[in-house]
């Protein structure tokens, strides 16, 4: 199994401004995924990182808005950017074990966008 | 592509009654089928899932569920309910084949009465 952490667990910002959200797996893994839930709504897949290439954002999100790096296999990034209030939800980092029938999900970040 | 469709975003039940949630899912490919839990203010949790062979899966907290291929359902079950199941519930599905993520459904929110 996967460990998964994530730095901040909340965070309250200011409209404008950019927070990067910090995802650490206790183990090597090929992919990583980032979702938002949105409050009360279901997650939703921002992006695939793969290590050493470009992240591949789903459609309607945009790496303008939600650079995203992976320096390593253990180690991601998801910055959001320009935040609005919209953009409060939770973010969740998501890593694939050594099948498909094994996802792990971190503990979620809550951000609150005032 | 992948879609999951939960019907009924709010299931109410009295406690000691069966729980039934259901779960239609829409894949070309063999899918792998999951449900998780999550309590209010926490992460996801896997309750079950399935990849192949026995289509009864059993999971936590005495959930199961059945994999029918020629409905395309997955719904989940619990023959009583007990208070602390109140939580929303997500259904998802991945395809069997390569680091692919998860797609989730609108979640369901389980209310138990006592």
């Known amino acids: 199994s996967a460990v998964i952490s994530q730095k901040p667990s909340r965070d309250i910002c200011q409209r404008g401004t950019s927070l990067t959200i910090q995802c650490q797996v206790d183990s090597q893994v090929t992919m990583m995924f980032w979702y938002r839930q949105q409050p009360g709504q279901s997650l939703t897949l921002i992006a695939t990182?793969?290590?050493?290439?470009?992240?591949?954002?789903e459609s309607g999100f945009v790496i303008d808005k939600f650079p995203i790096s992976r320096p390593n296999l253990t180690f991601s990034t998801l910055t959001v950017s320009n935040m609005s209030p919209e953009d409060s939800s939770i973010y969740l980092c998501?890593?694939?074990?050594?099948?498909?029938?094994?996802?792990?999900f971190g503990p979620g970040t809550r951000l609150l966008v005032l | 592509a992948q879609s999951v469709t939960q019907l009924g975003s709010h299931v109410s039940v009295s406690e000691g009654a069966l729980v039934l949630l259901r779960c239609n899912y829409s894949s070309s490919v063999p899918p792998y089928l999951f449900w998780y839990v999550q309590y209010p203010n926490q992460g996801l949790q896997l309750l079950l899932k399935?990849?192949?062979?026995?289509?009864l899966v059993k999971g936590i907290n005495g959930f199961e569920a059945e994999f029918k291929k020629s409905e395309t359902s997955f719904h989940l079950t619990k023959p009583s309910a007990h208070m602390s199941d109140a939580a929303e519930y997500f259904c998802?599905?991945?395809?069997?084949?390569?680091?692919?993520?998860?797609?989730f459904g609108k979640g369901t929110r389980l209310s138990v009465i006592a």
């Open positions: 399935y990849t192949t062979g026995a289509t």
């Open positions: 990182a793969n290590q050493g290439s470009e992240a591949t954002y």
């Open positions: 998501s890593v694939a074990g050594d099948s498909p029938e094994t996802q792990y």
């Open positions: 998802a599905v991945t395809q069997n084949s390569g680091n692919t993520p998860l797609v």
